[in-house]
C-alpha cells in the first residue's frame, strides 16, 4: 500500500465525518472540495478511479453553450451564468489547464443556418460574456480557411466565429480533488460502497471494500451525498429499495486523431437544429464527437462502438476535408454517459439540468450538470447539506474563487522552466506547463536522485517518467491505467504500448511494495 493511500486509510478511521461523499467525479469532487473549504470534516470514496467514468469522457469544453440560445430567451441565464464560470476557471481558478479557444461554425449552401442569423448567434453569445473574448463575428470563406486548414470548401459561404474554452478534464478533476485534499478532505479511490449505514430508516454512514487489499471498513457521517453519476439509483436502492428511477442515461462517444496540421480554431458543426459536432484541436491531435443516444445497459460497459465510428466521421465529413478523417489517423476512442433527469423523449433535447433531491433515509443525491458549472453545482450541494446539518452554508464563500494547485499563465512557468532545465526538450517543459502549472517543479524534483525519470514515456509522446512516479506519489494513482490515461496523455495520443504498461505496471508495483 502506498504511502498516501495508507494515510488516506488512517485517516479514514478516525471517527465521525460531517458529510461523506459517494463518487469521485467532478459533481463529488466539487462537493468535496467546498464542504472542505466551509469547515466540514468530509470524506470522499470513489469505487473506481476519480474522474474514471463520465467525468473524463467529455468533449474536453468550458463553454457557455452557443447551441442553447437555439432553444430561446429562457436559455440567456444559462449561457450568461456559463460564462461568469468559464471565465473564473480560464482567469483565476486554473489558467494552466483551461485555455481560451476560437470556434467555428461553418456555412453551408443549403445549410440548417444562414450567415445573418449565426452572425446575430455570436454578437449575443459574446455579450452574454461581456464582451471579455471580443466580438463574434462572420467570416468570409477564405478567412475561415486559414483557421482550420482542413476545411472543407465545397459549398462553403463563410463561418462564423466565437470564442470559448477547452480543457483536460482529467487533469483538472485530478487537481481539484487534490485541492480538496489541501483542504483538509480526506480522498480515497478504488474503494466500493457495498451497503449504507442506518439507524431505523436515517442514513448515518457508509459500509465499504477497499479494492486494493479487500478489507472492509465503515464510515459514520452526520450525511451522505450520492453523486455516483451513472450509479446514482444503485446507490438510491440502498437507502429505500423501492426508490423509483430517477435519471436515464444518454451515451457520447469520441474519436482521438492524429493530425499533422495544427488547426488554429475549433469547429463546431451543425447536424440539425439542435445538434452540433465538434471537432477541436486537442493535445496535439484532432477530437471528434460526439453521440446522443438512449443509453440502457451496464455504465461499466459502455463502449465506442463501429457504429459509433461511423457516425462521428460521417457527421464531421460535413465541414471537413476526407484526408483529415482517413480511419488510419484513428488514435483513440472512448464513450461516456449523461446523467439526464428521468422523462421521455429525445436524449438531444432533454434539459442539461442538475437535480438535487434528499431521499426517505435523508441522503442526499445530485444528478446531472457540466464541468463549466462543476464549482457552482458543488456550492449548491453544500448549502444542501447545511440544511440537513441546521447550519447556513450557503454563505460559506466570499465570492472570490479559489484557484487549483498550479494556477499560473502557463507561458510564464514554461519560460521559467526553460531557464532553469535548458537541456529538457522544449516540447516535454510546455506539456507539463500545460497540465501542471507552478506544480510541474514538484514534478521535476522527483528527477533529482534518478535522472531516468527525465525520459519520454514513449518517443512520440511529451509525457515523462516523472509524471508517473508523481501520479503514484501525489495524486492516489494505483493501477496503470490511473497513470497513463488520466493523469498523463499516454493513452489519448494512442502511445499505451505494452512495453510502456508493463514498465508503468512495475513502478506502481515498487512504490505499493
Keep these: 500500500m502506498s504511502e498516501q493511500r495508507a494515510r488516506a486509510r488512517e485517516s479514514l478511521g478516525h471517527g465521525a465525518f460531517d458529510l461523506v461523499v459517494i463518487g469521485g467525479g467532478a459533481l463529488g469532487i466539487a462537493t468535496t472540495w467546498a464542504a472542505a473549504r466551509s469547515g466540514l470534516r468530509v470524506a470522499l470514496v470513489e469505487a473506481g478511479d476519480f474522474a474514471g467514468a463520465t467525468?473524463?469522457?467529455?468533449?474536453?469544453?468550458?463553454h457557455g453553450g452557443l447551441r442553447y440560445l437555439a432553444m430561446g430567451p429562457g436559455a440567456v441565464p444559462m449561457v450568461r451564468e456559463n460564462h461568469a464560470e468559464r471565465r473564473a476557471l480560464g482567469d483565476r481558478l486554473a489558467p494552466h489547464l483551461v485555455r481560451p479557444l476560437p470556434f467555428l461554425v461553418p456555412v453551408y449552401r443549403g445549410g440548417p443556418h444562414s450567415r445573418p442569423v449565426l452572425g446575430a448567434g455570436v454578437v449575443l453569445y459574446s455579450a452574454l460574456s461581456g464582451f471579455g473574448d471580443g466580438v463574434g463575428k462572420v467570416l468570409s470563406a477564405r478567412r475561415a480557411v486559414e483557421y482550420v486548414p482542413h476545411l472543407r470548401t465545397d459549398g462553403l459561404r463563410g463561418a462564423a466565429l466565437y470564442y470559448d474554452h477547452q480543457m483536460n478534464d482529467a487533469r483538472v478533476a485530478i487537481t481539484a480533488a487534490r485541492a480538496a485534499a489541501e483542504a483538509g478532505a480526506v480522498l480515497l479511490n478504488h474503494v466500493e460502497v457495498v451497503g449504507l449505514r442506518k439507524r431505523g430508516s436515517v442514513v448515518t454512514g457508509v459500509e465499504l471494500r477497499d479494492k486494493v487489499d479487500g478489507g472492509g471498513f465503515g464510515l459514520d457521517a452526520s450525511v451522505v451525498v450520492n453523486a455516483t453519476g451513472p450509479w446514482l439509483d444503485s446507490v438510491r436502492r440502498m437507502e429505500d429499495a423501492a426508490a423509483a428511477p430517477s435519471i436515464r442515461l444518454s451515451k457520447g462517444a469520441h474519436l482521438v486523431l492524429k493530425t499533422d496540421t495544427p488547426w488554429r480554431a475549433a469547429m463546431t458543426i451543425p447536424v440539425d437544429d439542435v445538434r452540433v459536432s465538434f471537432a477541436i484541436p486537442w493535445e496535439g491531435q484532432l477530437l471528434l464527437g460526439t453521440t446522443d443516444e438512449v443509453y440502457e445497459g451496464d455504465p461499466a460497459d459502455v463502449r465506442c462502438s463501429q457504429a459509433d465510428i461511423d457516425q462521428i466521421l460521417g457527421e464531421a465529413s460535413v465541414g471537413i476535408s476526407s484526408e483529415a478523417l482517413d480511419r488510419s489517423r484513428l488514435a483513440y476512442t472512448f464513450a461516456g454517459l449523461r446523467v439526464l433527469p428521468g422523462g421521455s423523449g429525445d436524449t438531444s433535447h432533454a434539459k442539461r439540468e442538475t437535480v438535487i433531491t434528499r431521499g426517505r433515509g435523508g441522503m442526499i443525491s445530485v444528478a446531472g450538470g457540466k464541468w463549466t458549472t462543476f464549482r457552482r453545482i458543488g456550492a449548491s450541494v453544500l448549502a444542501?447539506?447545511?440544511?440537513?446539518?441546521?447550519?447556513?452554508?450557503?454563505?460559506?464563500?466570499?465570492?472570490?474563487?479559489?484557484?487549483?494547485?498550479?494556477?499560473?499563465?502557463?507561458?510564464?512557468?514554461?519560460?521559467?522552466?526553460?531557464?532553469?532545465?535548458?537541456?529538457?526538450?522544449?516540447?516535454?517543459?510546455?506539456?507539463?506547463?500545460?497540465?501542471?502549472?507552478?506544480?510541474?517543479?514538484?514534478?521535476?524534483?522527483?528527477?533529482?536522485?534518478?535522472?531516468?525519470?527525465?525520459?519520454?514515456?514513449?518517443?512520440?509522446?511529451?509525457?515523462?517518467w516523472a509524471q508517473v512516479a508523481h501520479a503514484q506519489r501525489y495524486e492516489w494513482a494505483t493501477e496503470v491505467d490511473d497513470v497513463l490515461r488520466r493523469r498523463t496523455t499516454v493513452v489519448v495520443r494512442g502511445l499505451d504500448t505494452p512495453s510502456v504498461r508493463e514498465r508503468t505496471g512495475r513502478l506502481l508495483a515498487k512504490a505499493i511494495a
Design 384 to 464: 444542501r447539506v447545511g440544511d440537513a446539518l441546521g447550519r447556513d452554508l450557503s454563505r460559506a464563500f466570499d465570492g472570490v474563487p479559489a484557484a487549483l494547485p498550479g494556477a499560473a499563465p502557463p507561458e510564464r512557468v514554461w519560460a521559467q522552466l526553460g531557464r532553469e532545465l535548458p537541456l529538457v526538450p522544449d516540447d516535454v517543459l510546455r506539456h507539463l506547463a500545460t497540465h501542471y502549472g507552478t506544480v510541474s517543479h514538484e514534478v521535476l524534483a522527483l528527477a533529482s536522485d534518478d535522472p531516468s525519470l527525465l525520459d519520454r514515456v514513449h518517443p512520440d509522446g511529451p509525457d515523462i
Design 55 to 62: 467525468s473524463s469522457a467529455s468533449s474536453k469544453l468550458v
